[in-house]
């Protein structure tokens, strides 16, 4: 079966969830782009969107129809070719409306996972919990047919666990976007030994087809980005152990949330993007990969002990972030949480310039992550920051500098242990994933 | 005889700041003034500068598409909001596309010579940062034929007009030299905006203009020939210039040599259902400068100072190209060697033009007009160009649609 053919009929389980329904935009805009070509105007198109919450569907309902109205709105040029011969369809307000309506057309919200049965295509992004999964999987084993194909976005599980758990026999990928998954182009793609190859190609093809970065990732838990992302956070809260007795905890956060933002130029701190992520979320994939890999480092009391008091960080349903270490207020942070006193220590100026002073200047010429993002001479400007840093004698540039040290480590111990093929895919990863401005290998230190 | 059968002069002009993209106090989300604000800000903007705001007669507002852009018609009931002396004046709004401006002032001129009134308000006004380009790009499609071009044209309909131009151009004349010409306009715009603090782009410090402007086009989402760097921009503003004979500059306490002088104009219309005869140059608008020069017994040699439409950078160059001050296709050359700059041979769009300043449609003409006189009477400012006492006459362009619409004038400092 071709791609094209596979598409007329698509499930996304756990549609309502934040990866499911980025991916459920993207394959309703893909699927009403067969359907709106001529050749396939007889084709039937189905994209199931399954999830277990009735709410959760309301909302994927409204996410969805105003993502396919941004999608329509940007290509309106590709779009007024596709409905030329709509006489009646002469604005560009009356074409995008006709996409909206056709790309919801073939839509099924519902929370019966019967409706699976049918699909060739089926993208799983339930909770990162294994047993969950398989049960799900074993489910749909038995509902679908037996050459339907499974793409799960996990994030750390092991493909080939997961596929011989549920005896998939080969017909599972780990097809692992980022979040959110309209915006961010990469895609780590995972193959068990098991994995087939009609399904590696389709796979490929897919990548393709939504214009995503592919970057493939062995099949080891956590693979790339949280191979990296784990190992780096737990540095990050080493750091905050050797560092509170003489700051405290929040202005330990504090200094390692600035180091990673500011003197590593990095989109936002490590414990703001901990928070994003969800704190029990980082506590759930350190699990799956402590078990997978044997390796008991990988285990945080403190990432323990915040979410035993319920303090868990990640989004609101319009993107916006939960506190967490951080309390935020229009997504930047006012407030560190502190654990002697189960409450928000909030930030004052005083106190924030007292710790500004102690770790030091950054460099001359200093240009935030978002000015360098769309620099021309953005290489250039990376170089002279950690040279400068290098030469610099103060504390934040300490941190920073190994903390760049630990990072590089991290990165090429990904590419010794065979999760990574090259550095050059780790760097991928950080750079499309992560949004850094560089990869984590790198010869700044 | 004179083409104008009495003395008309201008004076008190007044434009407000340009709003939209690159402006720093404009953000997309956040609630902005309405079309009211800007008839009223540019009016009392311009009857400030006068000492008897009640002797004013008539009020004219040229806008383009109010009704789609802002929900709103009957625009002439703005006129009394202005000033409580407007109540129970007439007040009418004309509409010729982005040449609504340059019709407003014909119309004001014309009611001077019908001698029905001696002094009129003339505002130009326009509102557009109300809805995304994608949608307004239809808004303004109005301009051409609708039922018989909308649904064949491009998702941008008139930068793709324009777009087709510059390939024309491109084939005809070479496209290394015609794209050049088009970057080196946009450089010459921002940088006399840079001059003007109510230009959109005023706040504009991009260091390299000319690389920005060879930005490479992308057909995929937006022209094949042209780049957003190359079209005008999405604004919204508002433009006021009082037209007077000699008795109603005594009647609202303005001096003569604090007036200009109106010298001709051509008002000149195209078919509406016909495509333009030649896409390499603007024919309507060169018949209109034609007309306004031989009316005014003048030449392109005798203006201190030039207006041209330039919502596109390829417009710029045709346009100069119209006014006669080039030869076909040379217009890119003339603009490449500097001769359009504050300190060039003949100063061109000194605030900016529709690429620095913006292009709040509806209000183009009229802020056209108030720049022209203020250069006339040196009241300019930052960017305020040396007026050669043998080149007296300032002349602007406005257009409407792709070269449809046309109002040419020629103003003249008082001696």
């Given at each position: 079966m071709t791609l094209d053919e596979r598409l007329e009929n698509v499930a996304v389980v756990g549609a309502a969830g934040k990866m499911g329904s980025g991916i459920a935009v993207l394959l309703a805009q893909e699927m009403a782009k067969l359907k709106l070509k001529s050749e396939n105007r007889d084709r039937i198109y189905r994209l199931n969107l399954i999830d277990i919450s009735e709410r959760g569907l309301d909302g994927l309902r409204a996410y969805l129809r105003a993502q396919l109205t941004r999608v329509a709105e940007k290509s309106i040029v590709l779009l007024r070719s596709l409905y030329q011969d709509r006489k009646d369809l002469i604005e560009n307000a009356e074409i995008i409306n006709a996409f909206v309506v056709d790309a919801t057309s073939f839509v099924n919200f519902t929370t019966d996972l019967n409706t699976v049965r049918d699909a060739h295509l089926v993208f799983e992004a339930i909770v990162e919990d294994e047993r969950v999964k398989i049960k799900l999987f074993k489910k749909m084993k038995k509902l679908c047919s037996p050459d339907t194909f499974f793409l799960t976005n996990t994030s750390s599980i092991p493909i080939g666990y997961l596929d011989e758990q549920a005896g998939l026999e080969g017909r599972l990928i780990g097809y692992h976007f980022y979040n959110p998954p309209v915006i961010q182009r990469l895609v780590e793609v995972i193959h068990s030994k098991r994995t087939v190859s009609e399904l590696k190609e389709i796979g490929a093809e897919l990548g393709k087809r939504l214009r995503k970065k592919l970057v493939p990732a062995n099949d080891i838990s956590g693979f790339i980005g949280n191979g990296h992302f784990m190992r780096d956070g737990l540095f990050a809260i080493s750091e905050v152990d050797r560092l509170k007795a003489q700051f405290r905890f929040p202005g330990a956060v504090y200094i390692m949330n600035r180091i990673t933002q500011d003197f590593l130029l990095r989109p936002m701190g490590i414990f703001q993007l901990i928070d994003y992520v969800g704190i029990d979320i980082f506590q759930c994939i350190l699990k799956v990969m402590r078990t997978h890999l044997d390796d008991k480092s990988l285990r945080s009391s403190l990432i323990n002990k915040m979410v035993k008091l319920n303090v868990k960080g990640g989004q609101n349903p319009d993107g916006s972030q939960k506190d967490g270490f951080l309390k935020y207020e229009k997504n930047r942070p006012v407030g560190i949480f502190s654990l002697r006193r189960k409450d928000y220590f909030i930030i004052k100026d005083d106190w924030k310039k007292k710790i500004d002073q102690k770790l030091g200047p950054l460099p001359d010429g200093f240009m935030p992550w978002k000015a360098l993002l769309t620099s021309p001479k953005k290489e250039e400007q990376l170089r002279r920051h950690f040279e400068a840093l290098k030469k610099m004698d103060t504390l934040g540039a300490q941190l920073a500098l190994r903390f760049l040290k630990k990072t590089r480590e991290i990165g090429e111990k990904l590419v010794d242990d065979g999760v990574a093929n090259s550095a050059q895919d780790v760097n991928d990863v950080l750079t499309n994933g992560f949004y850094w401005l560089y990869g984590p290998i790198n010869d700044y230190v | 005889m004179p083409f104008l059968r009495k003395k008309v002069f201008a004076c008190a002009g007044y434009y407000t700041v340009s709003l939209?993209?690159?402006?720093?106090?404009?953000?997309?989300k956040k609630p902005r003034p309405g079309i009211e604000h800007y008839i009223k800000e540019a009016g009392l903007g311009s009857i400030n500068q006068i000492n008897n705001p009640e002797n004013i007669d008539e009020g004219i507002i040229g806008n383009f598409v109010a009704e789609r852009f802002c929900k709103q018609g009957n625009l002439g009931g703005f006129f009394p909001m202005v000033h409580e002396t407007f109540l129970y004046k007439p007040c009418m709004r004309v509409e010729g596309a982005c040449d609504s401006g340059g019709l407003a002032l014909v119309t004001a001129i014309k009611t001077i010579l019908a001698d029905v009134a001696d002094v009129v308000l003339c505002i130009g006004v326009e509102v557009q940062n109300t809805v995304k380009a994608v949608y307004g790009a239809d808004y303004l499609a109005a301009a051409d034929w609708f039922s018989g071009e909308r649904k064949k044209g491009h998702a941008y309909y008139f930068p793709d007009q324009f777009s087709q131009r510059a390939g024309a151009c491109f084939e005809k004349y070479g496209h290394e030299r015609i794209r050049e010409g088009m970057s080196h306009w946009y450089v010459n715009m921002i940088e006399n905006a840079r001059k003007?603090?109510?230009?959109?782009?005023?706040?504009?410090?991009?260091?390299?203009l000319y690389a920005t402007a060879m930005t490479p086009p992308n057909p995929r989402v937006f022209c094949e020939h042209i780049n957003v760097f190359d079209c005008s921009k999405v604004s919204d503003g508002g433009a006021a210039l009082i037209f007077a004979s000699e008795e109603g500059l005594k009647k609202i306490g303005v001096d003569r040599k604090d007036a200009v002088e109106v010298v001709s104009y051509a008002q000149v219309q195209y078919d509406l259902t016909k495509p333009p005869p030649d896409l390499t140059e603007f024919t309507t608008c060169k018949i209109a400068a034609q007309r306004a020069y031989e009316r005014a017994g003048i030449g392109p040699s005798d203006l201190g100072v030039l207006e041209v439409h330039d919502c596109f950078t390829i417009a710029g160059l045709l346009a100069i190209e119209a006014a006669g001050f080039a030869g076909p296709g040379e217009g890119a050359d003339f603009v490449k060697e500097g001769k359009t700059r504050l300190d060039g041979e003949i100063p061109t769009n000194t605030s900016g033009g529709l690429i620095g300043y913006g292009h709040p449609t509806g209000a183009s003409g009229v802020r056209q007009a108030v720049d022209v006189v203020n250069q006339l009477l040196g009241r300019a400012g930052d960017f305020q160009v040396k007026i050669d006492s043998r080149r007296p006459y300032g002349m602007l362009s406005s257009m409407g649609g792709n070269d449809k619409t046309v109002v040419a004038m020629i103003f003249r400092r008082v001696e």
């Open positions: - | 939209g993209t690159g402006r720093k106090e404009f953000h997309p003007n603090p109510k230009a959109q782009e005023y706040h504009n410090t991009n260091p390299d």
